[in-house]
């Protein structure tokens, strides 16, 4: 009976040992039988590694994004591109952004060429319900535009910047509207209704949220706690850092986390947490000199601070929770790593540059192989390895034992010296190359897919005495028309002709009513007079914690002109006064087209 019970005990003990060297292929196994899991990524504007408490910074709390981290896996060495565009064109996918056409910030450079596929097309189509809320910034007229790039629902801006933050115009699926409260509490409340709207179906929300980027307003409570606050830390060169603006960077991102927290606690109060990925990352370095764990350079640069982004996954029950991957990591593999883990098929004709991270998640990655991942702006290209960084100028960095770049150690190691100069010779070769010298893609409208084309003063050309409200193009607008000479032209292509009614948005001084406009494409022009005033002040400035060097804006009024014949071609679209009573014509930030009897 004794030697019964011994054996049934080893025997157990066995099934024990067995159950535990076994635990990385069952979780693979319960992770495939499970449905596809829900998709929250959420990615925030200007907003440096060093800006949450989770990695140091005494001089703010993060409890809800660091509880991501808890809760979750955590990237120690995670890299973006310098600035917003192509960080965002390399997340949607997984390709270098020189690849995809991206060269700009604005004006029409930051356009995803349209032979791009974004990862979320692909989920798309496998069924998910797809939405984003927010910044944009990879093209605005369709289909640029996120409804043509496997988004159903779209909330937010498109243009690089917006020039006010408390319920500021903004736009729905194409058409203006007005935004509800403070933009990034605007964008949470969209967010949790359509999580709330799609509980029982598998769903993709991404989140680009565009704080803590300038103009630096945020709502008086965060403000307050921030306002009078000593800081504990600042950046390694303090002499270059404005505390005010680190304050009001900081009091941003404090909302920023009370929203992460509105989304969690959604995703708890509906039972999803164990069917959910929640994915936090950033799209660069931060905006201004501020601390950022000593850390060399800031947005813009290709240095370690300008480029390193945490990257925080929270999957309840899937990841393990407090897990830190010391491996590098880039943007480019989250396409790659999330169609990976959510079982969506992929098929594209064009190679991807990431690569799937799910092994390293999971704890699969018996052996990882060692990677170099480039990061580019402007004439600027940076390389790094696990252990080294290639800066711009060609010095070599350990970055294990000199992490904030001071001393150059290409004479003790000449053949990884070589090795990534190889590696940063051949990105320029390649990626590099694929950029045309001259963008000749214009403006698209009257796509037949979609019936609203916005045509900004941003993508302008303006001639003549015409100047821009700043020299910042994104949320800018155009004034002092003070000729019949002077014009406004855009290059466009139709692809299909239509009948589209205008609406141009403008302001006039009393003095100025009965300015006579006309808008001209190819063969047809369609003119239409100013007959009401609309002369608001500039707002902005007010709400401002620092001075900005964005435009400040406006309330600009549409003026439904009628409807416009637009032929099919391409060509130059212009507007022009044709008689101008007072001493200008109007302030113009906007032309909504839309196509009748669609």
Same mark, same amino acid.
């Given at each position: 009976?004794? =030697?019964?019970?011994? =054996?049934?005990?080893?025997?157990?003990?066995?099934?024990?040992?067995?159950?535990?060297?076994?635990?990385?292929?069952?979780?693979?196994?319960?992770?495939?039988?499970?449905?596809?899991?829900?998709?929250?990524?959420i990615?925030?504007?200007?907003?440096?590694?060093?800006?949450?408490?989770?990695?140091?910074?005494?001089?703010?709390?993060?409890?809800?994004?660091?509880a991501?981290?808890?809760?979750?896996?955590?990237?120690?060495?995670?890299?973006?591109?310098?600035?917003?565009?192509? !960080?965002?064109?390399?997340?949607?996918?997984?390709? %270098?952004?020189t690849?995809?056409?991206?060269?700009?910030?604005?004006?029409?450079?930051?356009?995803?060429?349209?032979?791009?596929?974004?990862?979320?097309?692909?989920?798309?189509?496998?069924? %998910?319900?797809?939405?984003?809320?927010?910044?944009?910034?990879?093209?605005?007229?369709?289909?640029?535009?996120?409804?043509?790039r496997?988004?159903?629902d779209?909330?937010?801006?498109?243009?690089g910047?917006?020039?006010y933050?408390?319920?500021?115009?903004?736009?729905?699926?194409?058409?203006?509207?007005?935004?509800e409260?403070?933009?990034?509490?605007?964008?949470?409340?969209?967010?949790?209704?359509?999580?709330?709207?799609?509980?029982?179906?598998?769903?993709?929300?991404y989140?680009?949220?565009?704080?803590?980027h300038?103009?630096?307003?945020?709502p008086?409570?965060?403000?307050?706690? *921030?306002? #009078?606050?000593?800081?504990?830390?600042?950046?390694?060169?303090?002499?270059?850092?404005?505390?005010?603006?680190?304050?009001?960077?900081?009091?941003?991102?404090?909302?920023?986390?009370?929203?992460?927290?509105?989304?969690?606690?959604?995703?708890e109060?509906?039972?999803?947490?164990? =069917?959910?990925?929640?994915?936090?990352?950033?799209? =660069?370095?931060? #905006?201004?000199?501020?601390?950022?764990?000593? *850390?060399?350079?800031?947005?813009?640069?290709?240095?370690?601070?300008?480029?390193?982004?945490?990257?925080?996954?929270?999957?309840?029950? !899937?990841?393990?929770?407090?897990?830190?991957?010391?491996?590098?990591?880039?943007?480019?593999?989250l396409?790659?790593?999330?169609?990976?883990?959510?079982?969506?098929?992929?098929?594209?004709?064009?190679?991807?540059?990431?690569?799937?991270?799910?092994?390293?998640?999971?704890?699969?990655?018996?052996?990882?192989?060692?990677?170099?991942?480039?990061?580019?702006?402007?004439?600027?290209?940076?390389?790094?390895?696990?252990?080294?960084?290639?800066? @711009?100028?060609?010095q070599?960095?350990?970055?294990?034992?000199?992490?904030?770049?001071?001393?150059?150690?290409?004479?003790?190691?000449?053949?990884?010296?070589?090795?990534?100069?190889?590696?940063?010779?051949?990105?320029e070769?390649?990626?590099l190359?694929?950029?045309?010298?001259?963008? *000749?893609?214009?403006?698209?409208?009257?796509?037949?897919?979609?019936?609203?084309?916005?045509?900004?003063?941003?993508?302008?050309?303006?001639?003549?005495?015409?100047?821009r409200?700043?020299?910042?193009?994104?949320?800018?607008?155009?004034?002092?028309? !003070?000729?019949? #000479?002077?014009?406004?032209?855009?290059?466009?292509?139709?692809?299909?002709?239509?009948?589209?009614?205008?609406?141009?948005?403008?302001?006039?001084?009393?003095?100025?009513?009965?300015v006579?406009?006309q808008?001209?494409?190819?063969?047809?022009?369609?003119?239409?007079?100013?007959?009401?005033? @609309?002369?608001?002040?500039?707002?902005?400035?007010?709400? #401002?914690?620092?001075?900005?060097?964005?435009?400040?804006?406006?309330?600009?009024?549409?003026?439904?002109?009628?409807?416009?014949q637009?032929?099919?071609?391409?060509?130059?679209?212009?507007?022009?006064?044709?008689?101008?009573?007072?001493e200008?014509?109007?302030?113009f930030?906007?032309?909504?087209?839309?196509?009748?009897?669609?």
């Amino acid at each position: 009976m004794v =030697n019964q019970l011994q =054996n049934i005990f080893l025997l157990l003990i066995f099934f024990l040992l067995l159950a535990c060297t076994s635990s990385p292929e069952s979780s693979q196994t319960v992770q495939q039988s499970q449905p596809p899991p829900n998709i929250i990524l959420i990615m925030t504007d200007d907003q440096g590694w060093g800006d949450l408490s989770l990695n140091g910074n005494p001089n703010l709390r993060t409890p809800n994004i660091d509880a991501l981290a808890a809760n979750g896996v955590s990237f120690d060495r995670f890299y973006v591109q310098p600035v917003c565009s192509p !960080t965002r064109a390399e997340l949607l996918t997984g390709r %270098y952004s020189t690849r995809g056409g991206v060269y700009s910030t604005s004006a029409g450079g930051e356009r995803l060429d349209l032979d791009e596929t974004t990862f979320a097309e692909h989920f798309q189509k496998a069924g %998910y319900q797809t939405a984003c809320y927010g910044k944009w910034h990879n093209g605005m007229q369709y289909p640029y535009h996120p409804n043509g790039r496997g988004f159903d629902d779209f909330y937010g801006f498109a243009s690089g910047h917006w020039g006010y933050y408390f319920s500021p115009m903004l736009e729905r699926n194409g058409q203006i509207v007005q935004g509800e409260g403070y933009i990034i509490d605007d964008f949470t409340n969209k967010g949790i209704e359509f999580i709330r709207q799609n509980q029982e179906q598998p769903f993709l929300l991404y989140l680009p949220f565009n704080t803590p980027h300038s103009p630096m307003q945020v709502p008086d409570e965060y403000w307050n706690r *921030m306002k #009078n606050k000593p800081l504990d830390s600042l950046h390694r060169d303090p002499e270059k850092e404005e505390i005010d603006f680190t304050r009001a960077a900081l009091a941003m991102c404090e909302n920023i986390d009370w929203n992460v927290g509105r989304i969690t606690q959604t995703l708890e109060e509906l039972g999803l947490e164990e =069917n959910t990925l929640v994915i936090y990352l950033t799209d =660069n370095g931060p #905006n201004s000199w501020r601390w950022n764990g000593g *850390m060399k350079g800031r947005k813009g640069a290709t240095d370690e601070g300008g480029v390193r982004s945490p990257l925080l996954m929270q999957w309840k029950g !899937t990841l393990e929770a407090g897990k830190k991957v010391e491996e590098i990591a880039s943007v480019l593999d989250l396409f790659p790593t999330l169609t990976d883990l959510s079982g969506v098929p992929v098929e594209q004709e064009k190679p991807l540059d990431g690569q799937s991270f799910k092994p390293l998640l999971l704890g699969e990655a018996t052996d990882w192989p060692g990677r170099l991942l480039v990061s580019h702006w402007r004439d600027r290209t940076s390389v790094r390895s696990q252990q080294f960084r290639l800066d @711009h100028e060609g010095q070599l960095f350990d970055m294990r034992t000199d992490p904030g770049q001071y001393t150059n150690v290409a004479d003790e190691y000449p053949e990884e010296l070589a090795r990534l100069t190889a590696a940063k010779e051949a990105f320029e070769q390649d990626a590099l190359a694929e950029l045309p010298a001259e963008d *000749m893609r214009p403006f698209i409208v009257g796509h037949p897919d979609y019936p609203y084309y916005q045509i900004p003063a941003r993508d302008g050309i303006a001639y003549g005495t015409i100047e821009r409200s700043s020299r910042w193009p994104n949320c800018s607008f155009f004034r002092n028309w !003070t000729s019949t #000479n002077d014009s406004i032209s855009w290059e466009i292509e139709v692809p299909e002709a239509g009948d589209y009614e205008v609406e141009v948005y403008y302001t006039c001084r009393p003095e100025d009513v009965g300015v006579k406009m006309q808008l001209s494409f190819r063969d047809i022009a369609h003119s239409f007079l100013v007959t009401e005033a @609309h002369d608001p002040p500039m707002k902005g400035k007010a709400e #401002n914690r620092v001075p900005r060097d964005e435009s400040n804006v406006k309330d600009f009024k549409p003026l439904n002109t009628g409807i416009m014949q637009v032929p099919a071609g391409k060509g130059t679209l212009t507007l022009k006064a044709l008689e101008i009573p007072g001493e200008e014509a109007i302030d113009f930030r906007l032309m909504m087209l839309k196509r009748v009897g669609v």
